[in-house]
């Protein structure tokens, strides 16, 4: 079970962007950041950004939080372990 879990999560890793991507979330913590932050940062559209998101929070990479209008995005911990 946790090897399937591992490959799962390095499949996800093995994209520049989304690798980019957790690179960027790691330093901001369990706050995390905006969507839109994270687009204009890696410089991807909305619908680029929504795609890798969505891989990497199959793989339980990454998590989501809403606030309000916004939804914040931040490294799952337990993921990456």
Do not use: W
């Not at 879990?5 to 950041?33: H, K």
Request: charged residues 20%; hydrophobic residues 50%.
């Amino acid at each position: 079970m946790h090897r399937a879990r591992a490959l799962t999560a390095l499949q996800a890793l093995a994209n520049d962007a989304r690798l980019d991507l957790v690179r960027l979330l790691m330093p901001c913590g369990a706050e995390g950041m905006a969507a839109g932050e994270i687009a204009r940062a890696l410089g991807l559209s909305a619908s680029r950004l929504s795609f890798h998101l969505a891989a990497l929070e199959q793989a339980g990479l990454v998590r989501a939080r809403k606030q309000a209008r916004h939804v914040f995005y931040s490294v799952d911990a337990g993921g990456m372990g």
